[in-house]
């Protein structure tokens, strides 16, 4: 798992504590602690899920279905309270890095409430990095992918946000992309995961390259040879 505080990856070793149950069902805190020597911070989640106890240690577990799958129906983060996703890259503009990192911070709350702020995020981005004129966010999505701007796994995977999101069934989330609407199952991350690839796209590489091409230039310049156009 990747350290909410840090954001270094480690081998996730938890410890349960177990609480009250209600009509829900058990709950419990699932604690970490980020071995990062440079962070060493404890990560809280409470979770709702099916627990049993070793008889030889008296610790709890989580009980795995018949795939091997943990029976957790509810996991939510509590300390730290934020984004466990990656930082906005200092390249992409001020207003859609706002909406993102929102996004992010209402996501374990309010996965419509994200959804709507991660749609227009997308919106801005297209409008302003891939020079989509103004519509509805459904066509701007299509323009996109008829401009042949992007490479194949962007295409699958901003496409796939019309098909996740379910829009010919919640007409909204494409007429009015800020509207709070319900979700289908993993679409506020999807959202999200679609903006990072569209940020590393858009923003980080152009960037990276000019500063290649600058670097490369100077060189050339020094040493009197003609430079790249």
Same mark, same amino acid.
């Given at each position: ?111 419509k409430a994200s959804a709507a ?12 990095? %891939?020079?989509?004129?103004? *519509? /509805?966010? !459904? ?7 008829? #401009?042949? &701007?992007?490479?194949s796994y962007l295409y699958e995977?901003?496409? %796939?946000?019309?098909?996740? *999101? /379910?829009? !010919? ?7 009015? #992309?800020? &509207?709070i609407v319900d979700v289908e ?45």
């Open positions: 798992m990747k350290c909410p505080h840090c954001l270094v990856e480690f081998h996730d070793e938890k410890e349960i504590t177990i609480l009250e149950g209600d009509i829900q069902g058990q709950w419990a805190i699932e604690t970490y602690i980020c071995p990062n020597p440079n962070c060493k911070k404890s990560i809280y989640y409470l979770i709702n899920a099916k627990l049993s106890q070793s008889r030889n240690t008296y610790r709890w577990n989580i009980i795995l279905d018949s795939k091997g799958e943990e029976q957790v129906f509810k996991r939510e983060l509590v300390r730290p309270k934020g984004s466990s996703r990656p930082p906005v890259p200092k390249e992409v503009p001020t207003d859609i890095a706002e909406d993102y990192t929102e996004a992010c911070l209402v996501l374990p709350d309010s996965p702020l991660s749609r227009r995020a997308l919106q801005h981005l297209l409008r302003q990095a %891939a020079g989509i004129k103004k *519509g /509805n966010l !459904a066509n701007e999505i299509q323009d996109v992918l008829d #401009s042949n &701007q992007l490479p995977s901003i496409d %796939a946000i019309r098909n996740i *999101g /379910n829009f !010919a069934a919640h007409p909204l989330k494409s007429t009015s #992309s800020e &509207q199952a993993g679409e506020a991350e999807w959202n999200l995961e679609v903006l990072e690839m569209l940020f590393d796209f858009y923003y980080v590489q152009p960037q990276k390259t000019k500063q290649r091409r600058d670097a490369l230039n100077k060189k050339l310049g020094d040493i009197g040879k003609p430079t790249m156009k």
